[in-house]
């Protein structure tokens, strides 16, 4: 459905238009939205590359952490086949996991940030080895939780997509890759959705225009040292966070080295972060999600399931992460601005879609929710890195103009 856009959803090309693309250079996004089970919108504009080929509703985007909602979805669906429990000693599936003191540690610790596994530094010496999947999990297997399960959490940037990715391959007795497909990929009839990018599908994939400030190589030892004094200051104010933890747990060694655009990154398993995707699929697999768990009249996840994946399992500032989030099981609450308004006579805030909605999002300005309230999924895939929430605005913005536009047309007000 390419370039398509509802009469009743216009204000979602117009805020893209608007907001979605950087003032200068080169850049893309591509936004699609479902609404009771119909794509309203998806739509495209700006560019992928440098050599300014254009942005298509087609193309393929690393997603960042968004991808991490993807991996958490795929781990529900087996646990409504009872292929996995949530409660489970993940040692059951992996008992090497069990190293390091870790038996206690249940896939309702990981998927909410509680295990205490956060730590990137804690299982690389360099940002190259996250491309290489089984120093990975032979490296998780050895390490040790930085606090007992379930007593703190820390936002898992890296690790998260490791342990759940290798818990499903135990499993199912398939490749993470092979698993996404056969659960989520046919099933749904997603159009993108990959976690290793296949060598075929090198010419859908935009490349990633990374600020300076990402790429800038600053020594480690001065990044250390100066967060070291941030957690000074940071415990005389009362607050959680500790910016050590943060560096541990978001900046691997030798990150600014690693070139995004690389075969060697694209097609390496990442799950928390190198996952491509357009947006149409992020929309479509959040779909069922905000329709309690059908898409076109087909069973996709069990209501019982979904309610027990989006109830909220932490909430507040945590050790990695300096601002408040509240956790789901591999999502999260969209992102409050914290302006009360009054919509269809119910209370909301600005820039949230409904308290019930979850979703992820992604650096640079990736995202993917569902609102069940309005039975609406939205899926953003951009490559121009403005930032993240709470510094980058665009999915916001994009967020509120669906959702009003989902309010007008329920009450028979849409264009």
Not at 153 to 167: D, I, P, R
Not at 189 to 207: F, K, S, W
Not at 332 to 360: C, E, I, N, Y
């Amino acid at each position: 459905m390419p370039g398509y856009v509802h009469p009743d959803f216009t204000a979602v090309r117009e805020t893209l238009e608007r907001v979605g693309l950087p003032p200068h250079g080169p850049g893309g996004l591509a936004v699609a939205v479902y609404h009771r089970g119909e794509c309203v919108v998806n739509y495209a504009a700006g560019t992928r590359n440098r050599q300014l080929q254009p942005f298509t509703e087609d193309t393929l985007c690393v997603a960042m952490s968004t991808s991490k909602a993807v991996v958490a979805t795929l781990v529900h669906v087996l646990v409504d086949e009872g292929r996995l429990a949530y409660d489970t000693p993940i040692a059951r599936y992996w008992p090497e996991f069990a190293g390091g003191g870790k038996g206690g540690i249940t896939l309702r610790h990981v998927l909410s940030h509680a295990s205490g596994l956060y730590a990137v530094d804690d299982v690389t010496r360099s940002a190259r080895d996250l491309e290489d999947w089984q120093g990975m999990v032979r490296a998780i297997e050895h390490t040790r939780a930085r606090h007992a399960p379930g007593t703190s959490f820390g936002y898992h940037a890296w690790t998260m997509g490791y342990v759940l990715g290798e818990v499903v391959q135990r499993v199912t007795g398939l490749t993470l890759a092979e698993a996404l497909e056969e659960k989520l990929t046919r099933p749904l009839a997603l159009d993108g959705c990959y976690i290793g990018l296949p060598p075929h599908e090198r010419g859908r994939a935009a490349d990633l225009i990374m600020p300076d400030l990402v790429k800038a190589p600053v020594p480690r030892g001065l990044w250390s040292a100066g967060f070291k004094v941030g957690d000074v200051a940071f415990g005389a104010l009362g607050l959680r966070t500790r910016p050590t933890e943060a560096l541990a747990a978001g900046w691997p060694r030798g990150l600014a080295h690693v070139d995004f655009n690389s075969d060697e990154f694209r097609q390496a398993a990442i799950p928390s972060v190198n996952g491509m995707y357009t947006a149409h699929s992020l929309a479509r697999l959040f779909a069922p999600l905000a329709q309690r768990g059908v898409l076109e009249g087909e069973r996709f996840l069990s209501e019982a399931t979904l309610a027990e994946a989006t109830r909220d399992h932490g909430r507040g500032v945590g050790l990695v992460v300096p601002f408040p989030l509240r956790f789901k099981l591999g999502y999260m609450r969209p992102v409050s601005l914290g302006l009360p308004v009054t919509v269809l006579g119910k209370r909301r805030d600005l820039g949230v879609a409904s308290p019930a909605a979850f979703g992820h999002f992604g650096f640079g300005g990736s995202g993917a929710w569902a609102d069940p309230e309005r039975e609406l999924s939205v899926g953003v895939v951009a490559n121009s890195f403005f930032g993240t929430l709470p510094i980058d605005l665009r999915t916001v913005a994009l967020a509120t103009a669906a959702a009003y536009a989902a309010d007008a047309r329920a009450t028979g007000r849409g264009r």
